[in-house]
């Protein structure tokens, strides 16, 4: 046979298995699948139920400040009434007023808000911790110029619809007159200066409301349905009453603002040395007018103008405020409802994981052979590395864990971490000792002479050389090597640092013993001064202003207090549905951390319930009556917050409890399977007892 019969026809080629490792992705970031889903809806409901319904409430303040300018319905009739709806001008009006207080607005608001709340206790601490962020600077430079634009575009229409002399508002920016051209209309003033005064007023309850926090009002013991219609009829009357209420007050306080201005502060500014010489060609015509009450009787109707502009601005702020607390349901649009919801959980932004919280918990409490499948495929799930219930139950206990230390902290920050110590340094070797050299001559010589000895001393090899070098060789041993630059640096310079440290030192506290000094001259003053009603309602007021309110303290303990109870109510639903959907008994093994977990987060609220209310003891009749009216009001006050701040806690604390009821209702007996420590072990068997 030949070697060519022997050879195959095909070459050899080893055969392909299919067996061999491959690692299981991890769970995909929420920014991949589930924050584009949610940002979606959100968009659709800002362009649907925010600026659709804000542009129909700016085209009808456009109808109405268009009527009443032009007289009414008594001056336009039924036709001229509808014909000025839809001209031109007025729904120019009706765009104007919706890209300049609307939008703006809304821009802000959106741009930066935040589902956790600002951490203070008192209106003082909220307002100093709102100083310090963005968001207060942009919020009133949006709101300035708003207000500003607002009112010189009603300005130039009022000056268009109201042209005959009689009504003619006369809004100018200098009063008509040939001997003084520059001087300023007071009316221009008092309109652009009210909406100025606004713009601070309202960024004001805007701070001390929080506004830029959301406020969450979903929680599991609720109904879970959304609000339909965010701009239905209550709402709208509701808003419009308060800004009524607030806008009134603001034009009344900066009314007597402006008439003190007038009458004390612009006198006192012209008696300055130059001052006057600057301002007179504008405003010295104030001086020469009536009395601030009299101006105030004459020009009444441009106060009923101004309030009536702050209510119209006022509203366009307010109802640009959207309710972003209504849950969404993304899910199931999905292919894979649990790995998007799962997915969710672990955003980093507090507003989108309240979202996906929210969705779960609907998920984990639906009653329906669908829903139990769904729940039966998240338990049994193998496709990714951890698994999804590995990463719900681990994302879910380090929400908890933070927010239960950040309760045992009382909402303090954490503390810095200790640095690490520095390691020791290696022992450095001491350098062997050189052997000197002998510089006597070996072999015995002539004796030198003394000059011929002197010359060699002072050479420099010499001996004396020598020795200055060592010494100086030994003190730079001694200084790190950073420093051995600068150390014939002259000791002066140290000295001068020194002083001039020293300086600064005594400045400030010159400066700060002299405020002090005159804050506690001024006070003296005002209260010999003041009378006495006045100053019993500034010390009211100031008391209000810095007094730590006892459910504000409980509300920093816990600013996730409603994502916490979702947390739990998904937790304990998943756990008491695994019982008969778990079908290899994957949640089990989590059973015992998430009881203690638990059960730890109710003992630690227990005691601060308990810490809480020891503060207010109830008053008996007697002590009713004999008490002083304004020491039964503050233990009236004391007993609201007390109250209040008992609603904070159990709503984290319901929960809990709820949740633990119902895992012992639903396993009973078969937590004895699971191992305890003895503190959990005790607290649980409470509820065991009782189910």
């Known amino acids: 046979m030949s070697n060519g019969a022997a050879r195959p026809s095909t070459p050899m080629r080893a055969i392909t298995s299919t067996l061999s490792t491959r690692s299981a992705p991890a769970v995909p970031p929420a920014t991949q699948t589930y924050e584009p889903l949610v940002k979606g809806v959100l968009r659709h409901r800002l362009l649907y139920n925010i600026l659709a319904p804000s542009l129909l409430y700016s085209w009808a303040l456009a109808n109405v400040w268009s009527n009443w300018s032009q007289g009414g319905f008594a001056h336009l009739g039924l036709w001229g009434s509808l014909v000025d709806c839809i001209s031109p001008l007025t729904l120019t009006q009706a765009a104007f007023i919706w890209l300049l207080g609307v939008v703006p607005a809304l821009v802000v608001r959106n741009r930066f808000l935040t589902a956790t709340s600002t951490p203070a206790s008192s209106p003082s601490k909220m307002l100093s911790a709102a100083l310090t962020k963005r968001s207060t600077t942009y919020a009133l430079a949006t709101y300035l110029v708003s207000g500003v634009s607002l009112v010189a575009m009603h300005m130039l229409l009022a000056n268009f619809y109201e042209p005959t002399p009689s009504g003619h508002p006369r809004f100018s920016l200098f ?24 713009a601070f007023t309202y960024l004001l309850r805007t701070v001390l409301l929080d506004r830029f926090a959301v406020r969450w009002t979903q929680i599991p013991a609720e109904s879970d349905a959304p609000e339909k219609y965010p701009f239905r009829l209550a709402r709208v009357v509701t808003t419009l009453i308060t800004i009524g209420l607030f806008v009134g007050l603001s034009t009344i306080g900066y009314t007597v603002l402006f008439g003190l201005v007038r009458s004390i502060a612009l006198p006192l500014v012209y008696a300055l040395p130059y001052a006057s010489q600057f301002i007179r060609p504008f405003t010295a015509h104030f001086l020469r007018g009536p009395w601030t009450i009299t101006l105030l009787v004459r020009n009444w109707s441009l106060v009923w103008r101004t309030f009536f502009v702050g209510v119209t601005t006022a509203a366009c702020w307010e109802f640009a405020e959207s309710p972003l607390d209504e849950t969404v349901t993304v899910a199931q649009a999905t292919a894979d409802p649990a790995l998007t919801l799962v997915s969710g959980i672990t955003s980093t932004d507090g507003f989108f994981k309240q979202f996906a919280y929210a969705e779960l918990n ?51 920050a954490a503390p810095a971490a200790a640095a690490a110590p520095a390691p020791p340094k290696p022992a450095t070797p001491l350098p062997a000792k050189a052997t000197q050299l002998i510089r006597a001559p070996i072999l015995k010589g002539s004796p030198t002479s003394p000059l011929r000895a002197a010359l060699d001393t002072l050479a420099s090899d010499g001996p004396l050389s020598t020795a200055v070098a060592t010494t100086a060789d030994d003190a730079a041993s001694h200084i790190p090597e950073l420093f051995r630059s600068v150390m014939h640096a002259s000791p002066s310079a140290e000295r001068a640092v020194e002083a001039v440290q020293k300086s600064e030192e005594r400045v400030v506290g010159l400066l700060e013993e002299t405020r002090g000094r005159w804050q506690e001259g001024l006070g003296a ?44 109510s998904v937790l304990c639903h998943l756990v008491c549905a695994s019982l008969t959907e778990d079908r290899y008994g994957v949640v089990q093994r989590d059973i015992p951390k998430i009881l203690e977990a638990l059960l730890s987060f109710l003992s630690a609220i227990e005691e601060y319930q308990a810490e809480v209310n020891k503060l207010h003891v109830p008053l008996t009749e007697e002590d009713i009556q004999q008490l002083p009216v304004k020491e039964l009001a503050q233990k009236e006050r004391l007993a609201t917050e007390v109250a209040r701040a008992g609603e904070v806690l159990g709503e984290v604390g319901d929960a809990v409890k709820s949740g633990v009821g119902q895992i012992a209702r639903t396993f009973g007996d078969k937590l004895a399977a699971f191992k305890f420590p003895p503190r959990i072990a005790q607290k649980l068997q409470g509820y065991v007892d009782y189910a």
């Open 175 to 198: 009063v008509k007159s040939r001997k003084h051209p520059f001087y300023v209309n007071g009316r221009v003033l008092y309109m652009l200066f009210s909406q100025i005064t606004l």
């Open 362 to 412: 609907h998920f984990a409490s639906e009653d329906s052979p669908a829903a139990g499948a769904r729940r039966s495929a998240l338990f049994a799930d193998q496709k990714y590395n951890p698994n999804l219930w590995t990463c719900l139950c681990r994302e879910s206990l380090l929400t908890l864990g933070k927010d239960y230390q950040l309760f045992l902290r009382k909402g303090e």
């Open 525 to 568: 003053v005002v209260k010999s001064r003041a009378p006495q009603p006045v100053l019993a309602l500034a010390g009211d007021v100031g008391h209000w202003w810095t007094r730590e309110r006892v459910n504000r303290k409980v509300e920093m303990s816990l600013p996730n207090r409603r994502l916490d109870a979702l947390v739990i």
